[in-house]
């Protein structure tokens, strides 16, 4: 499965994508994560390619992906003829408000921003989604991204593993 996530630095995006690789190791399938940014970081242009797969991955670069977790309207706009029919767009309808034309490939929107404000989850709108995606492609075990979570967030930081976790099961029950 080739998944692309995009949106601006300091959303989070290679974050979650870590979470994903990581999941997928646990799962001991074969797995890239490729980060990619702009000069500024936060507030730049931000996206990562995260592959998982059963065979070796012939190139880390995900240019049509299964799965699109859009988090900004640049990135929605850059990205969403990209995804491959049948394949699946997971939205931030709280920061962007268009909706899709496509009718080859499915789309969901969260207001994950808004959720994430509203829950007490200030800055997990990228794990809500992720979330999202999780439900609604199976990419991996739910037990194995919770372990990918534990694994992501530094030692001195564990703290955030519990609302991280909230935040997964947050986007899954949408």
Not at 16 to 36: C, D, F, N, R, T
Not at 86 to 98: F, H, N, R, Y
Not at 103 to 117: G, K, Q, R
Request: charged share 20%; proline share 6%.
């Amino acid at each position: 499965m080739n998944i692309l996530l995009a949106g601006f630095g300091g959303q989070g995006v290679l974050f979650a994508g870590k979470i994903i690789a990581y999941a997928g190791l646990m799962e001991e399938q074969h797995v890239s994560w490729l980060p990619s940014y702009g000069p500024e970081m936060r507030g730049g242009t931000a996206n990562c390619s995260v592959c998982l797969s059963e065979q070796p991955i012939g190139s880390p670069l995900v240019l049509n992906p299964d799965v699109l977790i859009a988090m900004n309207l640049p990135s929605y706009d850059k990205f969403i003829d990209t995804v491959v029919p049948g394949g699946v767009a997971v939205i931030d309808s709280a920061l962007i408000e268009k909706k899709c034309e496509r009718t080859d490939i499915h789309c969901y929107y969260v207001p994950a921003t808004t959720l994430a404000d509203s829950e007490g989850l200030k800055g997990l709108s990228n794990i809500i989604l992720l979330g999202k995606a999780l439900q609604a492609t199976q990419f991996a075990a739910e037990e194995s991204v919770e372990k990918a979570i534990a694994k992501c967030i530094p030692p001195k930081k564990q703290h955030l593993a519990e609302p991280n976790i909230k935040a997964i099961k947050l986007g899954m029950s949408l």
